[in-house]
């Protein structure tokens, strides 16, 4: 029978299937990430292995893993840097602005 092996993207620790919280980092997992393919979906999706290229962790190696991941990660991470900066500067301007107005 073919089951992925579930990790903590965190600590890298092993964690049951169903857990929704790591036992040593304490990170919530919102979802599974396919180390093959980068496809990330809800763990029941797993449950045969990777539902878009097949993989499945093999039992006896730690190379191959299927992560446990937070849901939002990819969407946070696609924002680029200067979109921080930006936000940044503008909250610096309307306090110099309001400094001004105040005096
Ligand atoms: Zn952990
Ligand atoms: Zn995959």
New binding site residues.
């Given amino acids: 029978m073919k089951a992925p092996r579930f990790f903590?993207e965190?600590?890298?620790?092993e964690?049951s299937k169903d857990t929704k919280k790591?036992p040593?980092?304490?990170?919530f997992f919102a979802s599974v990430r396919c180390p093959a393919c980068g496809f990330t979906g809800a763990e029941g999706l797993f449950g045969d292995g990777c539902p878009v290229c097949g993989y499945s962790a093999p039992q006896s190696s730690e190379k191959g893993r299927v992560e446990r991941v937070k849901e939002n990660q990819v969407a946070a991470g696609a924002l680029p840097a200067w979109v921080y900066v930006l936000s940044l500067l503008a909250l610096i301007g309307v306090a110099v602005v309001l400094w001004f107005a105040i005096k």
């Fill in positions: 903590c965190n600590c890298g620790i964690v790591c040593r980092c304490g990170r």
